[in-house]
């Protein structure tokens, strides 16, 4: 089972910018393709972005497209988002994820991801 830790969250004002990091340890991190998905508070977890395993291919939600960047580097066994023009409603707990089959993040068969990280704060003030 692979482990996952984010990090990097914490409060920026409307506009600024954030990157959040995935350290994922235990598996074979390069066999797994990778996401990062957000939940904000009294509302459903919604996807972020994906990005296959060899960072060839990345998915994006329509609300962060041209503003989050998602990407990896599998030499450090680590994910990241960039997140750029931060808006007050991007405020949310973000999550990343891992699974074999990409297609688990895109078509939204979230029940059946393989591994879950902890979760990093994002507050973003107005």
């Known amino acids: 089972q692979i482990q996952l830790l984010e990090s990097g969250g914490g409060l920026v004002q409307a506009g600024g910018s954030l990157r959040l990091s995935c350290a994922a340890s235990?598996?074979?991190?390069?066999?797994?393709?990778m996401a990062w998905f957000r939940q904000a508070p009294g509302k459903e977890r919604d996807f972020v972005a994906a990005v296959g395993w060899s960072a060839t291919n990345t998915y994006y939600a329509d609300f962060v497209k041209g503003r989050f960047t998602i990407s990896r580097d599998n030499a450090k066994n680590t994910l990241y988002l960039q997140m750029n023009d931060l808006k007050p409603e991007d405020t949310a707990h973000y999550y990343c994820?891992?699974?074999?089959?990409?297609?688990?993040?895109?078509?939204?068969?979230?029940?059946?991801?393989?591994?879950w990280g902890q979760g990093t704060l994002v507050t973003v003030s107005s």
């Open positions: 994820a891992a699974d074999h089959d990409v297609r688990v993040f895109t078509e939204r068969r979230d029940t059946i991801v393989e591994a």
């Open positions: 235990g598996r074979t991190f390069s066999s797994y393709a």
